[in-house]
């Protein structure tokens, strides 16, 4: 998963703004690399958010989640 991240976050960065809207295909329609990357970032948000629940459902507090409430107890 690591891999795969840093492979995404490496794409982004070299990928130049005259390339982002360079057409491609995606799930066999016409889109742009930078609509894609906008597609790659809401599904992302999306497992974030099965994540979460899934953890919360088992007894499990994210971490941030732990972070931010130590900061308010301070």
Do not use: C
Request: proline content about 3%.
């Amino acid at each position: 998963m690591k891999q795969s991240f840093a492979h995404l976050r490496q794409a982004v960065l070299n990928l130049s703004d005259a390339d982002a809207d360079k057409t491609v295909k995606l799930f066999g329609r016409e889109s742009t690399n930078r609509a894609t990357l906008l597609f790659i970032a809401r599904h992302l948000a999306e497992h974030l958010g099965q994540s979460i629940a899934y953890a919360r459902v088992n007894g499990i507090t994210p971490p941030w989640t732990e972070e931010a409430q130590r900061r308010q107890t301070r």
